[in-house]
């Protein structure tokens, strides 16, 4: 989930504040990687919901967005035409959708933050191109985070990795953000822009990642719900998300298993 700040301030954790981020990290990659292998043709969001919850409680972790500005369940899933925000419940997948879900924990006063895009049953190519589009975005965006560059690198470098892709539309919205002891900090992380800008990245920041990419046009919706955000032209959005620390020896993706190493060696 994201919000708008208008400040921007980086704030820079210890190594041992790094290790207490990394922990929550892994509890909700955990939860992610369980509700990625339940995800099939009939299952419902709901269930999907259930999973996450069940996962990061029997870590000792809290659910994140349980309650935050009202959200009402521990995951965002959000189908085929949503963005982010879509609430859990009774909907049905099924063969042919696309599925983003979105989760947050906090262990110990430590908040991690993870979001990923899947394909149910059989999907149109055209969409599976899509979502390895905004995915590679991602990992182009947390390849750019070095000490002494700027925050704005990041995401020039998201941006140039879906232009180069194709013709679509990099939701402008809704950006990343800095984590820590809240889920949303300063600084926003936009998913587009020039280089070379915003603060200068230091050791122990930390930054939730997030590209949203649209197969149309850019341009959202919010739905009545108030949460859902929808793309306005009806067609499909993914959406990835990975909190990374920044290290002397550069990026450390907190929410994924091997820290980022087996993406970011592809990256260079
Ligand atoms: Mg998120
Ligand atoms: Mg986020």
């Known amino acids: 989930m994201t919000v708008f700040r208008t400040k921007e301030r980086i704030e820079a954790k210890s190594p041992e504040q790094l290790e207490l981020m990394r922990a929550a990290g892994l509890v909700v990659a955990g939860a992610l990687e369980r509700v990625r292998a339940a995800i099939a043709p009939g299952v419902t969001t709901a269930d999907l919901d259930a999973i996450a919850e069940e996962h990061i409680r029997a870590a000792g972790a809290v659910p994140s967005f349980k309650g935050y500005h009202g959200f009402p369940a521990t995951i965002c899933a959000s189908v085929n035409d949503e963005i982010v925000h879509g609430i859990p419940g009774d909907r049905r997948l099924h063969d042919g959708d696309l599925v983003s879900v979105d989760c947050g924990a906090i262990l110990a006063g430590w908040h991690g933050d993870a979001a990923f895009t899947a394909p149910v049953g059989e999907v149109d190519p055209e969409l599976l191109e899509l979502v390895r589009v905004t995915e590679d975005a991602l990992w182009a965006g ?10 704005s690198d990041i995401g020039h470098a998201v941006e140039q990795a879906v232009r180069t892709a194709g013709d679509y539309g990099i939701v402008e919205e809704y950006v990343g953000h800095g984590i820590g ?5 300063d600084p926003q992380v936009p998913n587009f822009g020039r280089p070379g800008r915003g603060p200068r990245l230091v050791q122990g920041t930390v930054l939730a990642i997030e590209p949203m990419v649209n197969h149309g046009t850019r341009h ?5 719900d108030g949460w859902t955000v929808v793309t306005h032209d009806g067609t499909h959005s993914a959406h990835f998300e990975h909190t990374v620390a920044l290290r002397s020896s550069g990026p450390w993706v907190l929410t994924a298993p091997d820290g980022g190493a087996a993406r970011l060696a592809v990256a260079g």
Request: charged share 20%; hydrophobic share 60%; proline share 0%.
């Open 142 to 151: 947390i390849a750019a985070m070095a000490v002494g560059g700027r925050l």
């Open 220 to 224: 959202t919706r919010l739905l009545e």
């Open 181 to 185: 002891v809240e889920m949303h900090m």
